[in-house]
Nanobody
Framework: VQLVASGGGLVQTGGSLRLSCAVS????????LMWVRQAPGKGREWVSN????????TYASSVKGRFTVSRDNAKNLLYLQMNSLTPEDTGIYYC????????????????????WGQGTQVTVSS
């Protein structure tokens, strides 16, 4: 199983980025996925969940209305569109795979996720 996040970079406040997570090694369309982030010197923070079909999404209050999670089950790709970025969005963004196929919860429960990508750095300058 591999999850490879990409698309991070340096952007100014108010800018946008689109992260991608390329997945292999399992039946992508059967599993819910998650984005989390980790700011420098802080613990991991939940960002968003998406169910295996892609029709149910949930977001942390800190990103709701600015970030949009989506997936392309035909291409085995997970996305995170990030708009109106602020310096508080700076961090390493990770994608993760739900442990069991077909299950989904609309909240953060990292124990239910078994594979994590290597992360992609997002830096938002003020």
């Amino acid at each position: 199983v591999q999850l490879v996040a990409s698309g991070g970079g340096l952007v100014q406040t108010g800018g946008s980025l689109r992260l991608s997570c390329a997945v292999s090694g399992f039946t992508f369309s059967h599993y819910a996925l998650m984005w989390v982030r980790q700011a420098p010197g802080k613990g991991r923070e939940w960002v968003s969940n998406i169910n295996h079909i892609g029709n149910i999404t949930t977001y942390a209050s800190s990103v709701k209305g600015r970030f949009t999670v989506s997936r392309d089950n035909a291409k085995n790709l997970l996305y995170l569109q990030m708009n109106s970025l602020t310096p508080e969005d700076t961090g390493i963004y990770y994608c993760a795979k739900r442990r069991m196929a077909g299950y989904f919860e609309p909240y953060y429960n990292p124990g239910n996720y078994d594979y994590w990508g290597q992360g992609t750095q997002v830096t938002v300058s003020s």
